[in-house]
């Protein structure tokens, strides 16, 4: 039976967790407006802007959640040298979130996501990036950005988002350096480098990722006992010592030395659903920091990636809801 976690005294505990997050981050832009009429000039909406807003994305949007749990978010990455990065360096600033160890290079592009929202939809996006695997220079740089920052870090989550900040050149040698210090690894994946993240301490991905990164493509995965035998077959290729695996509207499942934790997903009115993997691999890999119970990870993490789900946009969990949402579960 699993002790009962004191969910106060947690809490509490991941104030100052110092947590550095390698992998690709960018720039969520924003243009706002109303849509009332077809261009003249082409079948196309016409939008009346009405406001602009920009916010981090990708790995900045865990370095977000992380801070907005108490941690402390310590982003090592590359960006590009262009008004793209200066506007990236400078929300990090409003958010006052550490930059120490963000590299610029002349050689890429800041990733930048523009999104085109017309009476609450979105109609089009432009994505502004160079997707290429890091050059030999700029990944002898991150490497010494990485192996300064980790000497100070309580756990390292890689957030690959297949811009080619974390590549094949690089992530065995990141992993092996955490193993050595004893810091704890929390993996989110993409179909790219996928079985590149051997030897981690918590491997995350959806239901598509693994099907996609073991290729299952032509397996169903629907009956938990499916998806167990799937996460059986990746840890004994992958060597992981856990797995979590995001199921959409069915939850989460976990893995623990041969057993499984299942949690379903909470009924809420969903606004909303980008971002919610930032907020559950942040608040797991704060969980995984202070070696809490693979229930207890999955509960809380699941619980987090709902509340966001509630809110449109891009936003960072609230603590205070996150703790009263938990403390009113456990209660039941």
Known sequence: MTPKLDIKQTFQKFEGLRVLIVGDVMVDN???GKVDRVSPEAPVPVVDVSHFDSRLGGAGNVARNIKAMGGIPIICSVIGT?????ELKSILDQEGIYNKALLQSDKRKTTTKTRVIGNNYQLLRFDHEVKSDLEQLDTYLLDEHFNREIEHCDVVIFEDYNKGVLHKGNIE???SKARSMNIPTVVDPKKSNFKEYKN?????PNLKEMREGLNL???VLETLEEIEKAIGLLES???NERTL???SERGVVISDKGSFFRKPAHIRTIADVSGAGDTVIAVASLCVALNLHPSDIAELSNLAGGLV???????PIDKGILLAEALKLQSK
């Not at 262009?82 to 200066?86: M, Q, R, S």
């Not at 981690?200 to 995350?204: A, E, N, P, R, S």
């Not at 789900?309 to 936003?315: L, W």
């Open 173 to 175: 040698k990141f992993i």
């Open 309 to 315: 789900c509630e809110k449109r946009g891009v936003v």
């Open 217 to 219: 493509e032509g397996a």
């Open 200 to 204: 981690t301490t918590l491997f995350k």
């Open 237 to 239: 290729e992958m060597h």
């Open 82 to 86: 262009d008004k793209e990065g200066e």
């Open 245 to 247: 695996v995001t199921l």
């Open 30 to 32: 924003y243009i706002f």
